[in-house]
């Protein structure tokens, strides 16, 4: 666009906004440049380490988990570009489920970060300060995967086959499998780690999983026209995103703990008092996101390949 183009673009966007031009124009006479730190706010962000310890390595672990929630909001925004797009060709769709497998594939090398980046003496002084708060109250990783796949795909695996799938959202919360984290199914008596956890999101949740009831990605691939859901380079991109979140990424995460606290008595030993090792396995809970997407070998050999 040459000069008289832009300035003739820009009158007429600020003529559909009610705003005289001569007044915009004027104003940027006394507007300050940008600045890359006023930008990123940077200042404010380095402003938001508060170490509860003495142990230097505590930075490191607050650090990387910041980290991952900036993470988790990006595949959160790429996610909406498919959920919230009316109709969606293939090629954009699987554009941003690669974008969205490499922001999993940065989280899954980067646990090297915090697996080789502490000392194990100062974690262990550390983390039950931390108690009982845990990664396990990532709400924005809670959101991924309700917005990725279908409800009864995030049920545990103990009911998924007699849950009433017509039953309430609140009825499908409560028999989510990362709730086998913090709750007793026999006694019903839920850990403080859960309690904390639904008292600050629960009704978030169950607002957040009826809004992406018939928009979550799972849902989006089915309502494609056949064809589309047989592009090979959409499924190949369906499969490696399930893969590396519901594989890859939790194995990372499971290895990383298992180094600090593992041993014969683990199970009863992370921050917020989790039976750890069952929540997080693959091969216990099978999160699956696209189960239709696999073959039934892969499918009875979910975790192990």
Same mark, same amino acid.
């Given at each position: 666009?040459?000069?008289?183009?832009?300035?003739? %673009?820009?009158?007429?966007?600020?003529?559909?906004?009610?705003?005289?031009?001569?007044?915009?124009?004027?104003?940027?006479?006394?507007?300050?440049?940008? !600045?890359?730190?006023?930008?990123?706010? !940077?200042?404010?962000?380095?402003?938001?380490?508060?170490?509860?310890?003495?142990?230097?390595?505590?930075?490191?672990?607050?650090?990387?988990?910041?980290?991952?929630?900036?993470?988790?909001?990006?595949?959160?925004?790429?996610?909406?570009?498919? %959920?919230?797009?009316?109709?969606?060709?293939?090629?954009?769709?699987?554009?941003?489920?690669?974008?969205?497998?490499?922001?999993?594939?940065?989280?899954?090398?980067?646990?090297?970060?915090?697996?080789?980046?502490?000392?194990?003496?100062?974690?262990?002084?550390?983390?039950? !300060?931390?108690?009982?708060?845990?990664?396990?109250?990532?709400?924005?990783?809670?959101?991924?995967?309700?917005?990725?796949?279908?409800?009864?795909?995030?049920?545990?695996?103990?009911?998924?086959?007699?849950?009433?799938?017509?039953?309430?959202?609140?009825?499908?919360?409560?028999?989510?499998?990362?709730?086998?984290?913090?709750?007793?199914?026999?006694?019903?008596?839920?850990?403080?780690?859960?309690?904390?956890?639904?008292?600050?999101?629960?009704?978030?949740?169950?607002?957040?999983?009826?809004?992406?009831?018939?928009?979550?990605?799972?849902?989006?691939?089915?309502?494609?026209?056949?064809?589309?859901?047989?592009?090979?380079?959409?499924?190949?991109?369906?499969?490696?995103?399930?893969?590396?979140?519901?594989?890859?990424?939790?194995?990372?995460?499971?290895?990383? %703990?298992?180094?600090?606290?593992?041993?014969?008595?683990?199970?009863?030993?992370?921050?917020?008092?989790?039976?750890?090792?069952?929540?997080?396995?693959?091969?216990?809970?099978?999160?699956?996101?696209?189960?239709?997407?696999?073959?039934?070998?892969?499918?009875?050999?979910?975790?192990?390949?």
């Amino acid at each position: 666009m040459n000069r008289e183009e832009i300035l003739k %673009a820009i009158e007429e966007k600020y003529e559909k906004l009610g705003v005289p031009v001569d007044s915009m124009l004027e104003g940027l006479l006394w507007s300050t440049p940008i !600045t890359y730190w006023d930008y990123i706010q !940077t200042d404010a962000l380095l402003g938001l380490q508060n170490p509860r310890t003495t142990q230097p390595d505590e930075m490191v672990f607050i650090m990387y988990h910041q980290v991952n929630e900036l993470l988790f909001k990006m595949i959160l925004w790429e996610i909406d570009q498919v %959920a919230k797009t009316t109709k969606i060709a293939a090629d954009k769709f699987s554009m941003h489920l690669n974008r969205i497998s490499r922001y999993f594939d940065m989280l899954c090398s980067s646990f090297n970060v915090m697996a080789d980046g502490m000392e194990k003496d100062q974690y262990l002084k550390f983390r039950n !300060t931390l108690t009982p708060a845990s990664g396990f109250q990532s709400a924005q990783y809670r959101k991924i995967e309700f917005a990725s796949t279908e409800l009864i795909n995030l049920i545990d695996a103990r009911y998924r086959d007699t849950i009433d799938r017509n039953s309430s959202f609140k009825n499908a919360y409560n028999h989510l499998y990362w709730q086998a984290a913090g709750k007793n199914y026999t006694t019903g008596q839920k850990s403080t780690l859960l309690n904390l956890f639904e008292k600050k999101y629960m009704g978030d949740f169950i607002d957040f999983m009826e809004d992406y009831n018939d928009i979550n990605l799972s849902k989006k691939f089915k309502q494609l026209p056949k064809e589309v859901q047989e592009n090979q380079d959409l499924i190949k991109a369906m499969r490696h995103y399930d893969y590396t979140v519901n594989v890859k990424w939790v194995m990372a995460h499971y290895n990383a %703990a298992a180094k600090y606290i593992g041993g014969d008595d683990s199970e009863l030993k992370a921050t917020g008092g989790s039976n750890w090792r069952k929540y997080m396995h693959p091969k216990y809970q099978r999160r699956i996101f696209y189960p239709y997407l696999w073959s039934k070998e892969e499918l009875e050999n979910w975790g192990t390949f």
